[in-house]
């Protein structure tokens, strides 16, 4: 008989979690501090863009899931804790507040003996340190945690919780043995490590490369402006036919996870300096302030900045796989640069509401507006709908001056044949004379 599990914290990582194990026969029972995310969901309805998940709470919300503020008494067999560990702006500390209290709730509402499983991302130590004594202080010695790390990709999540390995790392034989009887009914593998730490470093350890390796990309991408050389041109080369990992193309790298967790592994170095995972999301950092700095020199080249128009496309962190996540996106570190030039700017998002687009002081355009009214249009993100523009069925009498391609999705050729400047990120070819 499939177990009943209770997932605390319906952020991103808990609501996939709750979807995909309501679609393999569990039932769950959700829990979040926010009434208007369980109002949402307890319509059927879902609060963030997942494929797949709305249709899951769609089907089976009231039978196999059930929302509320906390996790009904004395009923779950496992409690998952899925809540926030955000990075202070000002600090870069992790805040664990909300895990400290999800700690609490989940041993005020559970039996001693369910089995905890964390799912948070939380720098090393924290699951024995945090977690564990307010179990204790309510359970005694009738405790079982494991620390299971979510690693899914926003888009592909429903499947990657089946397919990817899920790692477990326990308090004690007792713990592990459980939890692997638990995810071997939603996962296809289990991986075991030989404790908490082991298993809450695996998931900075996958983040904080997956960040690194980005960041050389771009440090590519960045020397090569420097000598107007085409920094795709030298990956593509560089990687054509040669047996070593593939270097990656530039790119901005935000999110969720990846603006965060290289400090949550910062913060677990103690007494250690890292030399790499500060530096790499710095330069991941600066990549956004650096476009928009470059974007405002070439538009002050023809003699001004201030009243002039530039239409943004992509907003969300990324276009692909789809998504509507604002955590980490670009915009938010170009917006001051383009206010202090005097630059008015648009922004369309086939994701983003126009809401959303105001929030961050953009004014929501069309696609056709967004190139036929504009001084300068740039793209941020690489969502299917821009990949398959034609900028030249866009266009009216008026033409915009630039046009700065961050992912070089568009057709360049097309382009500068209209007599329109085309650059990208790392990519500022010559303006012919």
């Not at 969901?41 to 899931?65: D, M, N």
């Not at 082991?198 to 090569?224: F, P, Q, R, W």
């Not at 070593?244 to 990846?258: E, F, H, I, S, T």
């Not at 996106?329 to 630059?343: C, H, K, L």
Request: proline share 6%; charged share 20%; with cysteine.
């Amino acid at each position: 008989m499939p177990l009943t599990i209770g997932v605390v914290g319906l952020g991103y990582v808990g609501l996939t979690l709750t979807a995909a194990l309501a679609d393999r026969g569990f039932t769950v029972h959700g829990a979040d501090v926010s009434p208007r995310v369980i109002e949402t969901l307890g319509q059927g309805r879902s609060h963030i863009f997942e494929p797949g998940v709305e249709e899951i709470f769609a089907a089976h919300v009231g039978s196999r899931i059930h929302v509320a503020a906390e996790l009904p008494r004395d009923t779950v067999d496992v409690a998952v804790i899925s809540v926030s560990t955000p990075v202070d702006e000002a600090t870069r500390r992790p805040n664990l507040a909300n895990l400290a209290a999800a700690a609490r709730s989940v041993a005020a509402t559970c039996r001693p003996g369910t089995l905890v499983v964390v799912r948070s991302t939380v720098p090393i130590g924290t699951s024995r340190a945090v977690v564990l004594p307010e179990l204790r202080a309510a359970w005694g010695d009738d405790v079982k945690l494991v620390m299971a790390p979510e690693r899914t990709i926003q888009g592909q999540a429903l499947r990657e919780l089946v397919e990817l390995p899920q790692v477990i790392g326990g308090l004690d034989d007792a713990s592990l043995r459980a939890a692997v009887a638990f995810f071997g009914g939603l996962a296809q593998t289990v991986v075991e490590v030989s404790s908490l730490e082991a298993a809450e470093m695996v998931k900075l350890a996958n983040n904080c490369h997956t960040d690194l390796i980005y960041s050389y990309g771009n440090e590519i991408a960045l020397i090569a402006e420097q000598h107007r050389l085409d920094p795709l041109e030298v990956l593509r080369a560089a990687n054509a036919g040669y047996p070593r990992p593939d270097l990656a193309k530039p790119g901005y790298v935000g999110g969720g996870c990846l603006s965060k967790d290289p400090y949550i592994m910062l913060d677990s170095a103690a007494g250690y300096e890292p030399f790499l995972v500060g530096r790499a999301r710095a330069l991941n950092e600066f990549l956004p302030v650096h476009v928009a700095e470059t974007v405002v020199g070439l538009l002050a080249s023809s003699g001004r900045t201030r009243g002039l128009r530039l239409a943004v496309l992509g907003w969300a962190y990324k276009g692909w796989p789809p998504t509507d996540d604002m955590r980490g996106t670009p915009i938010a570190d170009m917006m001051p640069v383009f206010s202090a030039a005097g630059i008015a700017v648009t922004g369309h998002d086939p994701m983003v509401s126009d809401a959303v687009i105001r929030q961050y002081g953009g004014e929501p355009v069309s696609l056709d507006k967004a190139f036929a009214d504009s001084d300068a249009v740039l793209v941020i993100n690489d969502h299917p709908d821009y990949r398959a523009l034609s900028v030249t069925a866009l266009l009216g009498t008026h033409r915009p001056a630039l046009i700065f391609d961050s992912w070089r999705i568009l057709d360049e050729s097309a382009i500068t044949a209209l007599g329109i400047r085309y650059a990208g990120l790392g990519y500022l070819p010559a303006v012919a004379a």
